[in-house]
């Protein structure tokens, strides 16, 4: 069975950093492109980044370009958001999600995680 | 980016009862590359449909996609309890990936 599982999140400052990992079983984690998207509490879904299975090509939507960073540890089965210059507009909840992929291009997510949630307050 | 509009927002229906969503987009999804998700509260998001028509694993027969171009539709033919949700589409053709506003589809 995959399972995702998020953590990390809680209550940072504006301008402040955050890291979340995903811890992922159950599926051979180093063959699989990796995502995350977020939705802000009661309202709908955002897609954050992308990662390739090796790591190599990473993707970020504009409102968070070149204030995340997505990478993995394969051996380590884990995925990573690292979140930096937080903005009130980044509360959401973070999820971890699985993409279909073949050789040459990516498809759908199949499988999400329950996420973690992360505030930015002062 | 591609937009894509979901209606109606909500859905009241009672158990039995078919439900139609309806999701547009604001250009042609080629490939057919288009997913349905559902969620319901206090669970994981779970695909429901992929490439427009294709159901996810253990998916029950009763959910069923269909489209092209810029107009997709997700159907459940008869509503159990277990199906009221919010049902979100999305688009995989370029990125950035993107999603609609979901339909809640809530008991009569």
């Known amino acids: 069975e995959v399972q995702l599982f998020e953590s990390g999140g809680g209550l940072v400052q504006p301008g402040g950093s955050l890291r979340l990992p995903c811890a992922a079983s159950?599926?051979?984690?180093?063959?699989?492109?990796m995502s995350w998207v977020r939705q802000v509490p009661g309202k709908g879904l955002e897609w954050v980044s992308s990662i390739s299975s090796d790591g190599v090509n990473t993707y970020y939507g504009d409102s968070v370009k070149g204030r995340f960073t997505v990478s993995r540890d394969n051996p380590k089965n884990t995925l990573y958001l690292q979140m930096n210059s937080l903005r009130v507009e980044d509360t959401a909840i973070y999820y971890c999600?699985?993409?279909?992929?073949?050789?040459?291009?990516?498809?759908?997510?199949?499988?999400w995680g329950q996420g973690t949630l992360v505030t930015v307050s002062s | 980016e591609i937009v894509l509009t979901q209606s109606p927002g909500t859905l009241s229906l009672s158990p039995g009862e078919r439900a139609t969503l309806s999701c547009r987009a604001s250009?042609?999804?080629?490939?057919?590359?288009l997913a349905w998700h559902q969620q319901k509260p206090g669970q994981a998001l779970r695909l429901l449909i992929y490439d427009t028509s294709n159901r996810a694993t253990g998916i029950p027969d009763r959910f069923s996609g269909s489209g092209s171009g810029t107009d997709f539709t997700l159907t459940i033919s008869r509503l159990e309890p277990e199906d009221f949700a919010v049902y979100y589409c999305q688009q995989y053709v370029t990125f950035p990936l993107t999603f609609g506003g979901g339909t809640k589809v809530e008991m009569k």
């Open positions: 999600v699985r993409r279909i992929c073949s050789t040459s291009r990516c498809y759908y997510f199949d499988s």
């Open positions: 250009q042609s999804i080629s490939n057919m590359y």
């Open positions: 159950g599926f051979t984690f180093g063959s699989y492109a």
